[in-house]
């Protein structure tokens, strides 16, 4: 299948921008980085709205698009559901900034951490379908979870760095270690996914002409650490997008020198969410070409 790379900075973008908002509603609930609240609050919306234009891309006729909110059970009405409701819940998270100088009520920040996980997984489960069995599996919702847990921690410590906050980037140590260690773990376990997708899970089909053969067993999932997929698997997912961001999250936490640190590990893991997607794509071979 090709790279749908609008769809590719969608996804990413996504997960960015649910990382950084729901990073500095934890801060917020900690009592820590009321210095760095509006700053964080703009990043995530920048991420949000660069992920919607990016989508926008993907459409020939984007005027179209409010066709399909018709149907519940489309997977783009349920993103669209879940960016609205996130976007309010911003509208009033910025409100409560502005109106404390930083401080944001326990409510809203607890709000924001559901609402934000809830975008990811939507997102991640719009693409879930039999008729592509490599898609078809869990760990993809994970990856992306996985992508906020350091993406997001990883900006929000920068930004702590530049604006001198001290106190937050001591709470934020321990998450964006842990963020880079989930997140290596859910983009290693989707590529191992991929090799062990088979047609055989969405049913089996017969050729008339052979009735006792099943067709689908020939087909297989992508061999990831071959062919066109290498090097996104390889270099982009595993050695930049899972490895340096741990060395990056070590690394910070003993220099504290989060402004370097921080920065790379965000960029590595955005690299890495790029590839992982990539990865998603080429894996993205329909069950519908054997019937």
């Not at 299948?1 to 900075?9: D, G, P, Q, T």
């Not at 944001?104 to 997102?123: E, K, N, R």
Request: one cysteine or more; charged letters at 10%; hydrophobic letters at 55%.
């Amino acid at each position: 299948m090709e790279l749908h790379w609008s769809l590719i900075l969608f996804t990413s973008f996504v997960a960015w921008c649910a990382g950084a908002f729901s990073t500095q509603a934890y801060l917020a609930l900690r009592g820590k980085g009321d210095k760095i609240q509006l700053i964080s609050w703009i990043a995530s919306a920048i991420l949000l709205v660069v992920g919607g234009v990016a989508v926008f891309t993907h459409l020939q006729h984007w005027e179209r698009i409010f066709n399909g909110f018709g149907h519940l059970t489309s997977g783009i009405t349920q993103e669209f559901i879940a960016i609205v409701v996130i976007a309010v819940i911003a509208l009033i998270y910025l409100v409560m900034i502005k109106r404390n100088d930083g401080k944001v009520p326990a409510w809203v920040a607890g709000l924001a951490i559901v609402a934000s996980v809830v975008m990811v997984v939507v997102t991640g489960h719009s693409y879930m379908m039999e008729a592509r069995p490599a898609w078809n599996n869990i760990v993809w919702i994970l990856s992306l979870v996985g992508a906020a847990c350091i993406l997001g921690p990883a900006t929000i410590a920068a930004i702590c760095a530049f604006k001198g906050e001290d106190e937050a980037l001591s709470v934020l140590d321990p998450v964006i270690i842990g963020g880079s260690v989930l997140n290596a773990i859910a983009s290693v376990a989707a590529l191992l996914s991929v090799g062990m997708a088979k047609a055989v899970e969405v049913g089996y089909y017969y050729d008339l002409t052979h009735p006792m053969k099943d067709i689908t067993a020939t087909y297989s999932g992508l061999n990831v650490f071959a062919g066109d997929s290498a090097l996104f698997s390889i270099a982009g997912v595993i050695i930049v997008g899972a490895i340096a961001p741990i060395a990056c999250a070590v690394l910070g936490k003993k220099t504290g020198n989060w402004k370097v640190f921080g920065t790379t590990a965000a960029a590595c893991a955005f690299i890495g969410a790029l590839c992982l997607r990539a990865v998603f794509y080429l894996a993205g071979i329909s069950i519908f070409n054997f019937y």
